[in-house]
């Protein structure tokens, strides 16, 4: 398990290639990249800073990427998360969910993303040209997580 | 007894501080009682942690509830909800 956050961009093709290690047991990657838009809530949004938790924030990855591991059958399972100045198209989160088959690979990769969603402290204020505003939780973030409640099978 | 409380987001800016000691009474509370505490203070605890606001509370790092323990000695953390990712 990795789980890392930090300032710096990523390289998802080195980020990947490092994560499988020439595993020939690893069958499948499913991947999620988050991305900066340049639009919310119908404002042009000219750049945002993340702000987390130091700790707690790398605490609550660990256990959501060690929740995901208990219910999927995955081999392993990266997250990295940047925080400070982002501007529209720069790369926020990167998931890379690695399994012998892409089913659990799949699931495990949107279950992390959900949950960090709703469980992992980070948040993030937008520049616009109206002035700086802090981003409003989502409901539909928190719908997308309660899916998750039930018992899935593996 | 007495409880390290820090702040973020919304909540830092709002309560103009990124954390602070409180001293309460007593051995041990809960999340309610504390967050109520700050509160009765008034000012800016009173808007920024003030029933309607939507606040996210953890404590040692933990997510809790409104009745979740608080002994001396911990780290109680006040945020607004979470919209990372």
Redo the contacts between chains.
Sequence with gaps: MAVRVQREDFDIGAEIAAFRRADPGIGAIASFIGLVRDVNEGNAVAGMTLEHYPGMTEKALAGIVAEAKGRWDIVDALVIHRVGELKPLDQIVLVVVTGAHRGAAFAACEFIMDYLKTQAPFWKKEQTAQGARWVEARVADDQAAERWSEPQVK | MSIRI?Y???LREDMGIAGEMFELPGEACDVNSLRARLVARGGASATALGQGK?VRV?VN???ARDDTPVKAGDEV?F???????
């Design positions: 820090l973020f987001a919304r939507a953890s790092q933990d997510l953390a945020f607004p909800p979470v919209t990372g990712g």
